[in-house]
């Protein structure tokens, strides 16, 4: 699959490895590869599908371009600047946010909606003190929140609005790319499909890229403009949404698209 030609982010022939316990036998430890050569490009204002089964490295992938995982071969590069550094690890870069699988773990309970979304703000100083409260407000309103929410603390919203909050954190950096790991698996099917439709307005409006990553092919084919397919810490097949939904050409793909029901079903 030929990627974009000016791509916001790419991964190239990227390994990354877990150290195992050590050996009482034999002494020392040993290293296992759960990604290996791992090469794609998500493009500008593209939503990025990567899809596979629990334990195939999707996460792992996430946690890398992050920063929270370190690479051990190969280039992980974000608007043209290399992010990996000496020793293999990823340079933490503020245009990179994450949106988690889980709000009721992601979002601090003692918090308001009000201090969530000033925290990233008043850390990354991209918006200036006094526009916090205006920013804050224009969050919510394009996440189909309403204004009193700002008060309200997490266990006061309902799931589908504490992941909205939970993405309106993400945009409150103004980020280029979001990385959003298993988002909507917890919701139910209606919500499930409010969020995904935000997101993919978030791409035509504010022209934000998105790495999604999820197990289920059917919220992929809902979303997504190009997919990638993982299967044992590799790409087995990656195409255009439309190519690969059509006319799959791995077995694993076609076994994904077997077992999975398209979403909305």
């Known amino acids: 699959m030929s990627g974009p030609a ?28 759960v990604v290996r050569d791992v090469s794609l490009a998500v493009g500008r204002n593209q939503i990025f599908g990567l899809v596979g089964e629990s334990g195939s490295g999707k996460t792992t992938i996430a946690r890398a371009v992050l920063g929270l995982a370190a690479v051990r071969r ?12 000496r020793g293999g690890v990823v340079r933490n870069e503020p245009r990179i946010q994450m949106v988690f699988q889980d709000p009721n773990n992601s979002l601090d309970p003692s918090m308001t ?14 918006v200036p003190r006094s526009g916090i409260e205006e920013f804050s407000a224009e969050l919510l309103a394009t996440m189909d929140l309403p204004p009193d929410a700002l008060g309200r603390r997490p266990y006061q919203l309902s799931g589908g609005q504490r992941q909205r909050v939970g993405l309106a954190r993400a945009l409150a950096t103004k980020p280029a790319l979001i990385v959003a790991d298993e988002c909507t698996s917890a919701l139910d099917v209606t919500v499930q499909a409010h969020v995904l439709n935000l997101m993919m307005g978030l791409k035509e409006s ?32 990656a195409a255009p949404a439309a190519e690969l939904f059509s006319a799959p050409r791995h077995r ?14």
Do not use: C, K, W
């Open 6 to 33: 000016d791509p916001l982010l790419e991964l190239r022939e990227v390994t990354i490895s877990y150290r195992l316990g050590s050996n009482l036998l034999r002494g020392g430890s040993r290293q296992r590869d």
């Open 74 to 85: 190969g280039s992980v590069i974000f608007d043209g600047r290399e992010l990996v550094g």
């Open 252 to 265: 694993y793909t076609q076994e994904l698209l077997d077992s999975v029901p398209s979403f909305g079903q």
């Open 113 to 126: 909606v009000r201090q969530i979304l000033a925290e990233p703000m008043i850390i990354s100083r991209i």
């Open 206 to 237: 504010a022209g934000v890229s998105f790495l999604f990553i999820s197990h289920n092919l059917g919220v992929i084919r809902h979303v997504a403009d190009q997919v990638a397919v993982m299967q044992d810490g590799v790409i087995v097949e």
